[in-house]
């Protein structure tokens, strides 16, 4: 059985990962699982970059600590992923974007950044409050090597929060297809068009080959 720790804190991404990444070849351990509480620096200027910089991070800490103390898991084989991920609104010059989280501050809650950036799009038609959600899953494997995915899902901004699912700026994110948020999808509607369910399927697609 492979080991997969998810260098994330956030909890909805991790739900997510999990509901995308189910195989019953993989072990998928959070931070929490595995009780890390080390929280990474974020300095890179691209969502590849910060998701490579979160990965090598934890992997680099696990192999100094020695720290994974989990039955059936033996740290030098772990293979450590993170998702660096945000949404991009074009009318704004691409932000948030990497400072996805940070917008706003950390702790300001999504319900006042979402209605922020609605209000920053005021008398905006449709067609110009085209956004994406982008996402890069980096992988660092036991050997050093490291990989790096991206996906994306095309959208625009709503007028209004809509939806119950997911998390974060889910509710203002609209799809072309149905003018349906993606807090308004089930969560397997989401993951299979989703930036995430892209990035970490083209991620699978390469553990799978490493280990054939
Ligand atoms: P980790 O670094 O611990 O993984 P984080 O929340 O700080 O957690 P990021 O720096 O990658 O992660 O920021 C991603 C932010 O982008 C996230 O907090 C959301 O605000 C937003 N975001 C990313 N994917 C999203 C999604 O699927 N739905 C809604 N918002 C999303």
């Known amino acids: ?10 909890d909805g991404k991790m739900k997510e990962v999990r509901e995308i990444l189910q195989d019953p070849a993989l072990s998928v351990l959070s931070l929490k699982d595995a009780k890390i509480a080390l929280e990474v620096e974020e300095t890179g200027s691209s969502f590849e970059e910060n998701a490579l910089q979160k990965a090598t991070q934890i992997a680099d800490w696990c192999q100094k ?3 994974l103390d989990l039955p059936g898991c033996e740290p030098s084989e772990i293979i450590v992923l993170a998702d660096d991920s945000g949404l991009e609104i074009d009318r704004l010059g691409g932000e948030p ?5 940070r917008y706003m501050g950390r702790d300001t809650s999504y319900r006042e950044k979402n209605a922020n950036l609605i209000a920053r799009l005021e008398g905006v038609p449709k067609e ?7 996402c890069a899953i980096a992988a660092v494997f036991p050997d050093k090597t490291h990989a790096v995915t991206r996906g994306v899902v095309e959208g625009y901004i709503g007028w209004e929060e809509s ?4 998390f ?14 993606t807090a308004s999808l089930l969560p397997e509607e ?3 068009i989703s930036h ?4 970490l399927r083209r991620m699978k697609e390469i553990l799978d080959e490493r280990n054939g």
Do not use: C, Q
Not at 1 to 10: C, G, Q, R, S, Y
Not at 163 to 166: C, F, L, P, V
Not at 196 to 199: D, E, H, L, Q, Y
């Open 1 to 10: 059985m492979k080991t997969i720790l998810f260098a994330t804190h956030n």
């Open 196 to 199: 995430r369910g892209r990035a």
């Open 168 to 181: 974060g700026y889910d509710p203002i994110f609209y799809l072309y297809e149905n003018d349906r948020s």
């Open 128 to 134: 110009e409050r085209t956004a994406r959600f982008v």
């Open 65 to 67: 600590s020695g720290a």
């Open 163 to 166: 939806g119950e699912n997911g």
């Open 97 to 101: 974007g990497i400072y996805s989280a």
């Open 190 to 192: 989401k993951n299979g």
